[in-house]
């Protein structure tokens, strides 16, 4: 007995750091973070009063759209994707893909394209057929399809958040840091995909800013979103949109006008952080079970940024209750909708309220819903 006393934390300590780890880590610095204790990242309950709808009928509504008649449209942790009234009601069921679907678009024609975390790009005809339309891009297989838009042409920005991760290990692209990402071209026309960008650290949020001169890309963890350019002098050019983000940036949306949405999965760690420049020890996590890394609080957290890429807007909650984690925000006759990877309903509130600094006590009565058949 004595001599399994220190025995068993040999081969622990022997485990961690020689048992091999498919990861590389990459040295980084990441910048100091903003203050979350004053100025415009002052901690506050604003998203307090996000009312649930289709509440306890979906589970991890990740990304929402919707079609020109106002219908709602999200992908389910278990594979399906629905549409629904913007109450939550009358909730139909479009196709299960068979994997985890992300973000998603409808087309004139009423078709739905879908960045499938798992099964990569598809397309879901008016009668419900699945279609597959990219797997493999320039030779490398696409590992984690997760957000899109589309431009007036029919044409499909599309981001891969790890081509060496599969979205069961995405926690280890976040451990290693090594650029993985990439931002692709589906064209409808020739039936195939170009890369854009590459060497991204988890692409994730796409969206096609004013009169299609750019499209935007997060990079959730360097916390940051590049702006490639596709018209004008700068067009071919890549530059950032915006740096040093309070946390995680996922989904990101454009209103039209003068405002991108962004929602953060959650603030920046100052471990994690402070991680960045020892690859060594994130190899030492990468051997963890998943289920032993530390998980924040849920919370909400958004920002809204103008067309300079400066952050005007942000509305966050942490409290009992709260809705998140918010993974993407979209605007929509003067509501914000929020989605989440975990949760159980779909958010939305007032933005007239957030803007006047209106905080509810509680929020409004949750809408239940079903989406079964």
């Not at 139909?92 to 985890?100: F, I, M, N």
């Not at 879908?114 to 696409?142: F, Q, T, Y």
């Not at 001169?213 to 702006?227: D, F």
């Not at 957290?301 to 400066?310: A, C, I, P, R």
Request: hydrophobic fraction near 40%; charge should be negative.
């Amino acid at each position: 007995m004595k001599r399994l006393a220190w025995i068993l934390p040999l081969l622990l300590v022997l485990y961690l750091v020689a048992w091999p780890a498919d990861i590389s880590p990459v040295a980084w610095n990441p910048p100091e973070a903003p203050s979350m204790e004053e100025g415009l990242y002052a901690k506050d309950d604003a998203l307090r009063g996000v009312q649930r709808i289709a509440d306890g009928g979906v589970v991890g509504p990740e990304a929402i759209t919707f079609d020109a008649n106002g219908r709602l449209y999200t992908g389910l942790e278990d594979g399906r994707v629905v549409s629904m009234a913007v109450d939550g009601s009358d909730c139909r069921v479009l196709v299960d893909t068979g994997g985890r679907p992300g973000g998603l678009k409808v087309q004139a024609d009423g078709s739905v394209i879908v960045a499938d975390l798992v099964k990569g790009l598809l397309r879901i005809d008016g009668n419900g057929k699945l279609e597959l339309l990219d797997k493999e891009v320039d030779g490398w297989p696409v590992g984690i399809a997760d957000d899109l838009d589309l431009d007036a042409r029919g044409r499909v920005f599309f981001s891969d958040a790890s081509w060496k991760f599969t979205y069961d290990r995405l926690v280890l692209d976040a451990l290693e840091h090594g650029g993985r990402g990439r931002l692709f071209l589906y064209d409808p026309q020739q039936k195939a995909s170009a890369t854009v960008l590459a060497q991204l650290e988890f692409a994730n949020g796409v969206t096609i800013g004013p009169d299609e001169q750019y499209v935007l890309v997060n990079e959730t963890t360097a916390y940051r979103i590049k702006r490639y350019w596709m018209k004008g002098e700068r067009s071919g050019q890549v530059d950032t949109f915006v740096d040093n983000l309070p946390g995680l940036p996922d989904n990101i949306t454009f209103n039209g006008s003068d405002r991108f949405w962004v929602a953060l999965f959650g603030p920046r760690d100052p471990m994690i952080d402070a991680l960045g420049p020892v690859p060594f020890l994130r190899s030492v996590i990468a051997r963890l079970p998943v289920a032993w890394l530390p998980k924040g609080a849920r919370q909400g957290f958004v920002l809204g940024l103008d067309l300079d890429g400066k952050v005007v807007e942000q509305y966050r909650y942490a409290g009992d209750g709260a809705f998140g984690p918010v993974t993407s925000v979209i605007e929509r006759d003067g509501m914000l909708y929020l989605g989440s990877l975990t949760d159980t309903a779909i958010g939305r509130i007032s933005l007239a309220d957030l803007r006047a600094g209106k905080t509810a006590i509680e929020p409004p009565p949750p809408i239940k819903g079903s989406c079964t058949s």
